[in-house]
C-alpha cells in the first residue's frame, strides 16, 4: 500500500470521487474533529489531483482484499462505531450482544438443518422444553417434526405449547435462549474436535499406505470428514508437495513479511519453489529484507508465521479457492 499521502487525505480524495449526495451520508458517521480535518483537505483543491484519488483508491481495494480473512472483526467494529454513536452506553453494549448472539444462532440453525435430527436431539434432549421451543421455531418444518418426534409424549406436547407463545418472548428473553443455544452448540462442537483429534492421531500410527487406503475407500463419499481430515493432517512441509500453481494460488493470500519470515532456515530446494511462486512484490520485499542486516528473526517467530500460513490453507479449502481434490492428491 502506498503511505505517501495521509488518511484525512486519502479520506477527501474518496469523498471528492463519490460525489455530493453520498459524500453527505458517509460524513454522518465522523465526529466533529474528523469531519473537520477532511474538510479541510477537500477546500485544499492541489491534493485532489489524479495521482492522489488513483492512490486512495487503490488503497481502499487493498484494505477491503485483506477483508478477506479478517470479514468478522471488521464488520464486529464496524457495528460498534455505529451503535455507540447511535446509543448510549447499556443499551449499545446489549444490542452488539443481541446482534453477536443472533448472528451465532442462526449459523447454528443452518448448521442443524443439514444434520442429522437424530443428532439434534440429542444436544436437548435433557434441555427445558422453552428452549427446545425457541430452537424448533427456527428450523425447517421438516426437521423440526422429526426432532419432536424423538422426545416423549407429554414433553413433546409442552414443547409444542411453549412454541406458540415464543412470540411473547421479549428481545431480552430472546437473547439469553440464543446465548443457551449458541453454548450448547459450542459444547457439542468441542467434544467433536475432541473425538476428531482423537481419530486424527489414531490415523497418523498407520502407515502412508493404509492412510491412502483409508482416505480412498472409507471416506469415499463422506467429503466433509475428508476435508477435516486433510486439514488436521496438513503440515507446512506439505506445501511443497503442492503442484506450481497451487503454490501460486497459495502465496497471493500471504502477507509478504509472514511469507519472509516463514521460509527462514529452510532447505535451498524448497526457498527455491517458494520463491518461483511469489509475486513481483514479494520478491521485491524478500531481495530487501536480505539486504537488512539488521532484521532478526527468532524461532518463535518462523513458528508462528508457519501456523498463520496453514491458517489460510484451511480457509483457502472451506472457501473452495483450494479443491480438496486438489490437496488430497499430496497423500493419495
Not at 434432549?125 to 428450523?139: A, D, M, N, R, T
Not at 467434544?191 to 487406503?213: H, V, Y
Request: overall charge positive; aromatic content about 14%.
Amino acid at each position: 500500500m502506498n503511505n505517501s499521502i495521509d488518511g484525512y487525505t486519502k479520506s477527501a480524495c474518496l469523498l471528492f470521487f463519490l460525489g455530493i449526495k453520498k459524500s453527505i451520508k458517509i460524513l454522518k458517521y465522523f465526529n466533529v474533529d474528523e469531519k473537520r480535518k477532511i474538510i479541510l483537505k477537500l477546500s485544499d483543491t492541489s491534493i485532489l489531483s489524479k495521482k492522489n484519488i488513483d492512490i486512495s483508491i487503490k488503497s481502499y481495494k487493498e484494505y477491503y482484499k485483506n477483508l478477506f480473512f479478517n470479514k468478522k472483526k471488521y464488520f464486529n467494529s464496524y457495528l460498534k462505531s455505529i451503535v455507540n454513536k447511535s446509543f448510549n452506553k447499556e443499551d449499545s453494549l446489549f444490542l452488539i450482544d443481541s446482534i453477536n448472539n443472533k448472528s451465532t444462532f442462526l449459523k447454528n440453525v443452518k448448521k442443524a438443518n443439514s444434520i442429522n435430527a437424530k443428532n439434534c436431539y440429542l444436544i436437548f434432549k435433557k434441555e427445558h422444553p422453552q428452549i427446545i421451543s425457541v430452537f424448533l421455531k427456527y428450523l425447517n418444518k421438516k426437521k423440526s417434526f422429526k426432532i419432536l418426534s424423538f422426545f416423549e409424549k407429554k414433553c413433546r406436547y409442552e414443547i409444542i405449547k411453549r412454541m406458540f407463545e415464543t412470540s411473547k418472548l421479549s428481545e431480552f428473553s430472546k437473547n439469553e435462549f440464543f446465548k443457551i443455544i449458541n453454548f450448547l452448540f459450542k459444547k457439542k462442537k468441542i467434544l467433536e474436535k475432541n473425538n476428531l483429534d482423537k481419530a486424527i492421531n489414531i490415523f497418523n500410527l498407520f502407515s502412508k499406505k493404509e492412510k491412502i487406503f483409508i482416505l480412498k475407500n472409507c471416506f469415499k463419499n463422506n467429503y466433509n470428514v475428508r476435508k477435516k481430515i486433510i486439514c488436521e493432517m496438513f503440515s507446512f512441509k506439505d506445501i511443497f508437495k503442492m503442484s506450481d500453481c497451487h503454490i501460486y494460488i497459495l502465496l497471493k493470500y500471504v502477507n509478504k513479511k509472514i511469507l519472509y519470515i516463514s521460509i527462514e532456515n529452510l532447505e535451498e530446494k524448497f526457498k527455491n519453489k517458494i520463491l518461483a511462486n511469489m509475486s513481483k512484490k514479494q520478491l521485491y520485499y524478500f531481495f530487501k529484507m536480505i539486504k537488512n542486516s539488521n532484521f532478526k528473526i527468532s524461532y518463535e517467530e518462523i513458528k508462528s508465521s508457519r501456523k498463520d500460513i496453514l491458517k489460510i490453507v484451511k480457509i483457502l479449502l472451506e472457501k473452495n479457492i483450494l479443491m480438496l481434490e486438489d490437496i488430497e492428491k499430496i497423500y493419495v
